[in-house]
């Protein structure tokens, strides 16, 4: 059987404003679960429970597409966020104070350990 046509596809266009009641499973009739888009809230994904289908409203996967980001930029973004914190750089610092500081710690105590004597003899 072909593609269905859009006259079909858009028969029941939806806005994204709330009021709307639940909308039936198109495949067994059950009412679905909507869950809003998490990167744009405009899109809502409706989730059938009882046959695990998941169903868009036209255009709604090009929204997604168009404001899906790489991983490379959702790791700029979350660098530049946690950057832009004064604590974040003062925390940097101290930690790598410590890890100079557990250096010369350990450079002094080595002979302390047994593996150390063990080398020896």
């Known amino acids: 059987m072909g593609r269905p046509s859009n006259s079909i596809m858009l ?3 939806r806005n994204n404003d709330g009021q709307r009641g639940p909308i039936k ?4 009739g059950i009412p679905m679960h909507t869950h809003k888009y998490e990167r744009d ?3 809502n994904v409706d989730e059938c429970y009882n046959c695990g289908g998941f169903f868009l409203d036209s255009g709604e996967l090009t929204d997604i597409r168009n404001n899906y980001m ?3 930029e959702v790791q700029a973004y979350a660098d530049k966020i946690i950057n832009s914190v004064p ?3 003062q925390a940097m610092k101290d ?9 010369s710690i350990q450079k002094l105590t ?4 047994v593996d150390y ?3 020896k003899f």
């Open 87 to 89: 604590e974040y750089a």
């Open 110 to 113: 080595k002979f302390l350990t």
């Open 70 to 72: 790489s991983d490379a």
């Open 25 to 28: 499973c198109p495949k067994c």
């Open 95 to 103: 930690l790598d104070a410590q890890k100079k500081r557990l250096e």
């Open 41 to 43: 809230k405009e899109v």
């Open 11 to 13: 028969r029941y266009p």
């Open 117 to 119: 004597w063990r080398k």
